[in-house]
């Protein structure tokens, strides 16, 4: 008998953009946003080439799944809005959406621990549980500046790979995900093991029980399991539900 994942049944264009429109919101509510810079972004179903980002000058709190403007991966508005994307926001989105087909949704921040954790030389370190389900799955991106050029961009995509995410050196954190859901909880999981560590850090002055790598290695693979259940396929209902309590008006 095969193992393999029963395939997931198609997504519309309406789910997805409810579920981004909840992860800004959501976003907001952990306090990970930074005005109205940093972005999520997610792939229009039946649409190649074509995601969705969030309209320029839209605080996340702000933002509602009418809200979200369709772009192409080379930044161009397509649905006609003629609505305002920031340029920077494409620049890397576009540019990972273009190299990553598999995956649905990019969450770029500059969320407080995970801009901390991106000053640090050695990177996120198998230090928590949390850390432990990134082993292994981040790259490493340095900084080149505010603007990304066309070179810059195909370095940030192979130093991204076939991974979870980046660190980006000196300015913020990149998870990537089959879902917005994955997306966000690999997030959700990335600020938790930077918290985590660098808490420990302060606390210790440096000195962390750090896991062995093949211990680190065995967690990941007990937490990924077999596939067919993917990072939050579990936790997005009640996430959607505190974003319904919480910030109501999004599916708008």
Request: proline content about 6%; charged content about 25%.
């Amino acid at each position: 008998m095969s193992t393999r994942p029963t395939p997931r049944p198609p997504r519309s264009e309406r789910e997805v953009r409810i579920d981004l429109a909840a992860a800004y919101r959501l976003a907001a509510l952990a306090g990970w946003d930074d005005t109205i810079y940093t972005h999520l972004s997610a792939t229009v179903p039946g649409e190649p080439g074509v995601y969705l980002i969030n309209e320029f000058g839209l605080a996340f709190d702000e933002v509602r799944a009418s809200d979200l403007v369709k772009v192409d991966v080379h930044g161009r508005v397509a649905d006609g809005s003629g609505r305002r994307v920031n340029p920077s926001g494409f620049a890397i989105h576009g540019a990972v959406h273009a190299a990553r087909p598999d995956v649905e949704c990019v969450i770029h921040l500059h969320a407080p621990w995970g801009v901390a954790l991106a000053m640090l030389p050695e990177g996120l370190q198998p230090t928590s549980q949390w850390a432990m389900r990134l082993h292994g799955r981040l790259g490493r991106h340095a900084y080149e500046g505010l603007a990304l050029g066309a070179d810059e961009q195909q370095r940030m995509v192979a130093n991204l790979g076939a991974l979870d995410g980046l660190i980006l050196e000196n300015h913020g954190t990149l998870t990537v995900g089959r879902t917005v859901a994955e997306a966000f909880l690999l997030m959700h999981i990335l600020e938790r093991a930077a918290q985590a560590q660098l808490r420990a850090m302060a606390a210790t002055g440096g000195r962390m029980r750090v896991a062995a790598p093949e211990l680190a290695e065995r967690t990941w693979r007990q937490w990924v399991g077999d596939g067919s259940e993917w990072d939050g396929d579990a936790e997005w209902p009640a996430l959607l539900r505190r974003a319904e309590r919480l910030s109501p008006g999004f599916r708008g």
